[in-house]
T-cell receptor, first 113, second 120 residues
C-alpha cells in the first residue's frame, strides 16, 4: 500500500480561518489517496479520495485536497474552519493492486472560537 | 450511502473470557471486510482482511488464534477476541469494501463506528 506521512500531529486554527492539514506520500506509481475524518467516539468518514482523475479533489463539508506529484503531497484544505470541524484527520494511502490501506498517524484539528 | 454497523459499541469483560464483535454492511454486499485496531491517540492498524467464504489474511504480528475472524456472508464478519487480556483493550474498527464499486482500481472502504473493548 501507498505510504503516507502526516506532517503535523496537532493543528489549531481560529473559527473562520483557513485550514491546512499536510500529507506527503511516497511511491513510484500512481497512488490512490484518501482523507478520512474521525469525530470523537464516532466512525471514520470519507472526506475525499484521489484516483488520478483530477489533481484537485473536492470533498464533503467544504474540504478539498490537491495532488501535487512534484511535491509528492496531498494536503487537505478548507477556506474557513467551523467549530464542527474539530476532529482527527487521517491521510490514507491505497494500492492499485488490492484493498490494503495505510493510515497516516493522524492530525488532530482544534478549532477555537 | 453505504452503511456499516458494529455490535456491540462498548464491551467490558473479565480477563480470560472471549468477546465477539460483529460487523455488518447494512445496505450493500461487501466482497471484503477489514478489521483494524486503534490504540488511544494513535492511528489505525490493519489486523486482518476477511473475504466471504475463505480464511482471513492476518497482518504480520497479529495472532490468528487469538483474533478469530469469520466471514459467513457478504454482509457479516465477526471478530472474536479469545481469552482476552488487559493488553487487548482497544478500539476495534471494521470496514467493508463495496462490491462492484471500483474507483481507479481501489475499492472504497466504508467504516463502522467501532467497538471499544475494555478487559479488566
Amino acid at each position: 500500500a501507498q505510504s503516507v506521512t502526516q506532517l503535523d500531529s496537532h493543528v489549531s486554527v481560529s473559527e473562520g480561518t483557513p485550514v491546512l492539514l499536510r500529507c506527503n506520500y511516497s511511491s513510484s506509481y500512481s497512488p490512490s489517496l484518501f482523507w478520512y475524518v474521525q469525530h470523537p467516539n464516532k466512525g471514520l468518514q470519507l472526506l475525499l479520495k484521489y484516483t488520478s482523475a483530477a489533481t484537485l479533489v473536492k470533498g464533503i463539508n467544504g474540504f478539498e485536497a490537491e495532488f501535487k506529484k512534484s511535491e509528492t503531497s496531498f494536503h487537505l484544505t478548507k477556506p474557513s474552519a467551523h467549530m464542527s470541524d474539530a476532529a482527527e484527520y487521517f491521510c490514507v494511502g491505497g494500492s492499485n493492486s488490492g484493498y490494503a490501506l495505510n493510515f497516516g498517524k493522524g492530525t488532530s484539528l482544534l478549532v477555537t472560537p | 450511502g453505504a452503511v456499516v454497523s458494529q455490535h456491540p459499541s462498548w464491551v467490558i469483560c473479565k480477563s480470560g473470557t472471549s468477546v465477539k464483535i460483529e460487523c455488518r454492511s447494512l445496505d450493500f454486499q461487501a466482497t471484503t471486510m477489514f478489521w483494524y485496531r486503534q490504540f488511544p491517540k494513535q492511528s489505525l492498524m490493519l489486523m486482518a482482511t476477511s473475504n466471504e467464504g475463505s480464511k482471513a489474511t492476518y497482518e504480520q504480528g497479529v495472532e490468528k488464534d487469538k483474533f478469530l475472524i469469520n466471514h459467513a456472508s457478504l454482509t457479516l464478519s465477526t471478530l472474536t477476541v479469545t481469552s482476552a487480556h488487559p493488553e487487548d483493550s482497544s478500539f476495534y474498527i471494521c470496514s467493508a469494501a463495496l462490491l462492484g464499486k471500483i474507483a481507479g482500481g481501489q475499492e472504497t472502504q466504508y467504516f463502522g463506528p467501532g467497538t471499544r473493548l475494555l478487559v479488566l
